[in-house]
């Protein structure tokens, strides 16, 4: 009865190799969000797609980018990891916006050699 | 934009003990302010919540307290138990598309016997 759904559970890439992160969900959620979470640190917002309309955040690098084919998955590709991007990726989702309820998939430990 | 701080960074009490966490924030718009407990290498789970019109809320060994007068929250877990031990994040958000949920630094919360 998982609802949010991540896939791979732990990814290892070398640096400035693409990767892609996956995340699924079977709430029926408008609103996909894509989080960095590094050690002992709060998770971080990169972005998120309410429907099809994609909402970066000012900080987000733009070796970050992300894909909503549908309403049920959502993608993270990271163009050319570097060491500073290892970390958790968390992705979330609401059935609306901000202040509705994020439920939190089990995230995505990356790794980069 | 939202600024929350939240204190103490680590918590250590004994079983049975009370716990208490406080969170500020600093943007008066904001109006729904989660708490997420998240266990090491796990997701966020959140574990209560509460929403501007209410000034408490609880659930058994729960409760979240709002002050929207002086912009504070506070978590209280009564009668701890080594289960209770992880990060717990508050966070508020507001309404209207340029919100967003902004978390607070985290307490790591040790529950000794």
Redesign the interface.
Known sequence: DAMVIQNPRYQVTQFGKPVTLSCSQTLNHNVMYWYQQKS????K?LFHY?DKDF?N?ADTPDNFQSRRPNTSFCFLDIRSPGLGDAAMY?CATSRS???D???????T?LTVL | GENVEQHPSTLSVQEGDSAVIKCTYSDSAS??F?W?KQEL??????II?I?SNVGEKKDQRIAVTLNKTAKHFSLHITETQPEDSA?Y?CAA?????A???T????TRLQVTL
């Open positions: 002992s640190q709060a998770p917002l309410y909402n955040e968390l916006h901000y202040t309820t994020q439920y939190f998939g089990p995230g430990r | 109006n729904y989660p997420y290498g796990k997701r966020p789970q959140l919540d929403r990060v994040f958000s507001g309404t209207g598309t919100s967003k949920l978390f607070g630094t985290g």
